[in-house]
Structure formats: structure tokens, C-alpha cells
Nanobody, 115 residues
Framework: QVQLVESGGGLAQPGGSLRLSCAASGSILNIYAMGWYRQAPGKQRELVAA???????NIADSVKGRFTISRDNAKNTVYLQMNTLKPEDTAVYYCNAVHPPHTYWGQGTQVTVSS
């Protein structure tokens, strides 16, 4: 079992920044990848950014150049730095961990971008 706890969501103005954190605990050895997904009202959950154990990243085109994913191995934490936020970034953001053959999800954190 892997437990994921997210933090850092909230309200930001267009053009602003937020940083999301996801702390992993439990059976964290051999986690293949961690990442962030988001789900806006009435839409499907979509990948935002992912980071593999080997350091490879996968960033959605819609956030490239604005969002950055990183990790702190000592703290078992993955971060999503979100800059130049847009209203269309408004969604519930979920942390994800792939620990084959299982996939784990956090509880989600709301990000709202509005003036």
C-alpha cells in the first residue's frame, strides 16, 4: 500500500503561481512513477505531468512551459510548480503513484484560477 497526501491547492489569480506537494508513505520502494492528473467539472481526468524513477518526464502540451514537476527523494515528495496560471487550469488535482501492478491516488486538491 502507498498513501499519498496532497497539499498546496487554493485560489490564484490569472498569471499567478501555486505549488502542489504530494508526500508518499507506505510501500514506497519500487514506485515506478509519480505524477499529477487533474479533473475539471464535466471533463475526464487528464494527465498533467509525470516523472519516472529514471527521471523521465511527461508534460501535457497544455501546460508545457508553465508547469514543472520535480521530486525530493529524501522527503518522498513530488512537487508541481504551476506558473502563469490560466482560468482553464481550474480543476481538482490528483497525485498519482504507479507501483506495479497497482496505481494509487491521492484525495485531490482544488485549484481555482480566477480574478
Amino acid at each position: 500500500q502507498v498513501q499519498l497526501v496532497e497539499s498546496g491547492g487554493g485560489l490564484a489569480q490569472p498569471g499567478g503561481s501555486l505549488r502542489l506537494s504530494c508526500a508518499a508513505s507506505g510501500s514506497i520502494l519500487n514506485i515506478y512513477a509519480m505524477g499529477w492528473y487533474r479533473q475539471a467539472p464535466g471533463k475526464q481526468r487528464e494527465l498533467v505531468a509525470a516523472l519516472t524513477l529514471g527521471g523521465n518526464t511527461n508534460i501535457a502540451d497544455s501546460v508545457k512551459g508553465r508547469f514543472t514537476i520535480s521530486r525530493d527523494n529524501a522527503k518522498n515528495t513530488v512537487y508541481l510548480q504551476m506558473n502563469t496560471l490560466k482560468p482553464e487550469d481550474t480543476a481538482v488535482y490528483y497525485c498519482n503513484a504507479v507501483h506495479p501492478p497497482h496505481t494509487y491516488w491521492g484525495q485531490g486538491t482544488q485549484v481555482t484560477v480566477s480574478s
